[in-house]
């Protein structure tokens, strides 16, 4: 291609609103232009490695034995009623509508609905099972803040695969063959990722595992064993109980606290640390009640864990102020579990404390040496706060760190959630009608793209692993206009290329400086650029960049197609 | 792939709502299935087809050297606001909606908008023209009737490429380049099919072409000369001014035609045939006022043609028969040119007669032997008329006859339609700021499968070309479960043909009977069916049968994998 043809759509500046190195660099490079909040153009630079990455995606889904399907963007809300999600799905994320005849819809943001529905017409017969549908499609969903570009945007491509079984352990082989796609992917992709256990969300299910890109700017924190591979996001990762220290218990006592009412100030007017301290969050119940949580003064409460709890409003919902007040007499800040006229849930850390500090339930008054058990009768135990750096691992071998992550890619093992609801049945080898179990395997295929690009750049801009860079290499002609010789070698180099099936792309813009030139070969991310000069070409040399490592090389001109087109495959 | 691993979904009976063969059989085969009205889900063995499609295109489209993008299908009211389209576009089709923080959007039926956005921004020299920028996106009209399976259906997959240019020669060259482009594409679908000249529609502009698949379910009706390449919409053709003829003119009459309100009515009560008569019809105004239009009996308005006339109300609105009495004291049925207190457009034949009968603007009276220019002092005259067949050609060579057409691409010059509005410039060679000119071009991927169908097809079911099976063989073993032999020899020759890189489908489904697999391949329309059997194999053969002409052959066992590979070829 020469860029003559192309449009090269590079920009000298970061766009105001993008914060993080893909969001700007996919734009500065000329990969993507944003339309509108959350909704992105991809320019024709973009589209080559977006056409490369899905490319790789079908191929290995398709080297799975899964079978490729497409469903509509546009789904009728019907099945979004026949599986409950129509009023419950991620508050605001689906985006309805109605048609002319005034019937609703939605656009879809996931396809188990539909993919359920072509299930049960079409799959009679366990002899026809198992299945592994999967579709290359665009999704969207309504994001209350989208955000980082591709990696939070509305409207996406997603590779989404859904597959059908009766028996569990046909559901883990296939879970398990997409676990094993999915890494050859991500490694075709160049990436280095971890896949870690996983909460199950709005998708529902059993068993889940995300597969996470390593970056500094990942929205997620992942916590790994230092000597297991245990790794899982922290909202799943558990925190094993602590072993109670056996104290003598000391009288409990009401203590004045003028004014102090985060742990932080209580415990420096005490005279204590924060980890002798417990803080009491006042949450809705299921029947319209009140529950309290307690955590140990420096632990904070994982809301997935606490929303599972039986009894809990699901999704979490903190108390009113005013409801506090009313039930308890006192305002937060000064609550603790002693005399508290709710249910009590203590996190496992929290409920292994001796004589410890917590709010006395009159404001600006605190208990000190409070004891489970003597001063709080009833109280249940849960792990209820998200794991800290240095906690045990939940494997028991060795001990947590973490690391942050972009989630490019997530399994779940539905089990029936869909399939019982929606009735999709097939008669078993006795001929009896019975429920199918699902598994449901998502990619993003845009997002992936992003998160290639946080892994791989440098200041000067994107790094491409050559199996999607969207080019191969770049050709540029010093001063082309003025030297018959340095077009013609440029144009010989960029015949031989192509016809040895490199994908190259010659910088024969008019009017624009070799230096600009070579900046923006790096920004776009070219791995290999070839600058053919009239100097170099007195000694019979093109200059030959690599764009990892910097390097630069003189190519004798007769080795220079030969070269390039091993270093490119 | 065999099909204990694919999923068939073949019918034994159509749909109930399906009437033409494409949608029928499309269906029964198990390519598509129906998820709502106008939306389809695409089965395992329809993805195959689609996918090949789709390459096809994309590999035309890049050999043309126009540039490939992605356009979100959710676009932004604001950019129809500027362009004018947001409410007018063909009334309800578009989908419109608001996101959570209640900003409008619609769902893209097009993306003349978005691109010419991208343009203005990305443009900025005419030294980066021109361009052809094209995307295969899913688009969403919502069609106040869905029909036809995927012919009309709502959301549907699309190929839209829109080019940027200075100069009207070289936009010229872009659109014979895309006109050529479409030609490459359909006869690689082994598409029998015609370009004709063709009206602009809602998306505007001067010249455009459709390519039209010849198909007697179409919905266009298509005018060819007998004797030259002219072809074109019958909502385009024009009728040449008749000649007219001289004759002695009599003295117009009036007379009483009770009840007589239809042309063929009164021309039998009359005892003239139609041809001799004159119909008028009154149409709302750009002035909130009435204009008569004049057609000779036997004629039909073409509205298209009529609403192109400067001064009448676009698109065309019949007057109400209110507004006709009190215009002209007279009912429809009783109308003519004489005296008619309004601005008169007579069609070309209309214009020719002579001693005419008409309507006398008082119910139950006509006028005869009326005469322009002595009786109707004042009118215009114009092409107003559908064509019929035997008119002359329009280009002078010979007759038109019809044929009906499925409309699967469509190419325009729009010119500055949408640049101009939406202020699309770029430096020309002196530096000044000029108005991009555009054209655009699209093709419709899905309908193109559809159209494929129509033409390829007979009582059994598809009969897919080559290019774009879903499989080129179809492995057939007999009584496998019984014959060892048999089973070893249909893996040998699937294992065969897939290492000589064919698409074979082993159909080894169990429980299902010889006959009946048969039926599923001619109904699939794999081209190539080879059945493996005891009996063939005694003799050392395999039966080939060819699916296009039924022709069955005995193959020696050695040359079965070299012959059907090249048959696949």
Not at 19 to 28: E, N, P, T, V
Not at 363 to 390: A, M
Request: net charge negative; glycine share 6%; charged share 25%.
């Amino acid at each position: 291609m020469k860029s003559s043809n192309f449009t090269i759509a590079t920009l000298k500046e970061n766009p105001a609103d993008a914060d993080i190195a893909s969001h700007q660099l996919l734009i500065r490079g000329g990969f993507i232009r944003k339309l509108a909040t959350g909704l992105y153009n991809w320019l024709p630079m973009g589209q080559r490695v977006l056409n490369k990455v899905t490319r790789i995606v079908r191929e290995e889904m398709d080297n799975s034995g899964a079978q490729e399907v497409l469903m509509p963007v546009v789904q009728p809300a019907d099945l979004w009623r026949e599986s409950g999600r129509w009023d419950k799905y991620d508050a605001g994320d689906l985006l309805k509508f109605t048609d002319r005849h005034d019937r609703e819809f939605c656009f879809g943001p996931t396809h188990e609905e539909i993919i359920t529905d072509i299930a049960r017409n079409e799959l009679k017969s366990h002899k026809q099972l198992p299945v592994n549908f999967y579709q290359i499609q665009t999704k969207f969903r309504d994001e209350i803040r989208p955000r980082f570009g591709l990696l939070r945007a509305r409207e996406f491509l997603m590779k989404d695969a859904y597959s059908f079984h009766i028996e569990e352990s046909c559901l883990q082989r296939t879970y398990d063959l997409m676990h094993d796609t999915y890494c050859r992917i991500l490694d075709r992709l160049g990436l280095d990722y971890r896949p870690v256990l996983a909460d199950t969300g709005a998708i529902g299910g059993n068993a889940s595992m995300e597969f996470q890109v390593l970056a500094e700017s990942g929205e997620d924190v992942i916590a790994f064993s230092t000597e297991s591979d245990y790794a899982a996001n922290i909202e799943l990762a558990e925190s094993l109980p602590p072993v109670k220290a056996s104290f003598e218990l000391l009288t409990m006592e009401e203590v004045a606290t003028p004014d102090r009412k985060t742990i932080v100030d209580v415990a420096a007017f005490l005279q204590v640390e924060p980890t002798r301290t417990v803080k009491t969050l006042i949450v809705e119940g299921d029947d319209d009640d009140l529950v309290a949580l307690i955590l140990r003064g420096d632990h904070q409460l994982n809301p997935l864990k606490a929303e599972k709890i039986t009894g809990v409003k699901s999704p979490l919902v903190m108390a009113s102020d005013k409801a506090i007040k009313k039930a308890t007499g006192a305002n937060p800040g000064s609550l603790g579990p002693v005399n508290l006229p709710m249910r009590v849930i203590a996190d496992r850390d929290a409920a292994a404390l001796v004589n410890f500090i917590c709010g006395a339930n009159r404001d600006d008054y605190h208990f000190t040496n409070v004891n489970w058990d003597r001063d709080v009768p009833v109280f249940d135990t849960c792990d209820l706060r998200n794991v800290v750096e240095g906690d045990p691992s939940p494997d028991g071998k060795g001990q947590l760190k973490f690391r942050r992550g972009i989630e490019v890619g997530h399994i779940f093992q539905l089990h029936d959630v869909y399939s019982s609801k929606m009735n999709a049945t097939v008669l078993n080898e006795e001929g009896k009608a019975v429920t199918m179990i699902m598994g449901c395997y998502g990619l993003g295929v845009t997002r992936l793209i992003a998160a290639i690009v946080e892994q791989h750049h440098d200041d000067k801009g994107i790094i491409w692993p050559l199996a999607i860079a969207p080019f191969q290499v770049t050709v540029i002609p010093i001063n082309a206009h003025k030297s018959p010789q340095v077009q013609e070698v440029s144009e010989a180099i960029y015949t031989g290329l192509r016809a040895a099936g490199v994908e190259v792309l010659l910088d024969d813009r008019e009017g624009v400086r070799p230096g600009a030139k070579f900046a923006d070969a790096e920004l776009m991310g070219i791995p290999h650029r070839l600058v053919v000069g009239d100097r170099g070409l007195e000694n019979n040399h093109v200059e030959w960049v690599v764009r990892q490592s910097g390097k630069s090389v003189d190519l004798p001109l007769e080795e220079v197609v030969t070269r390039i087109t091993q270093e490119s495959a």
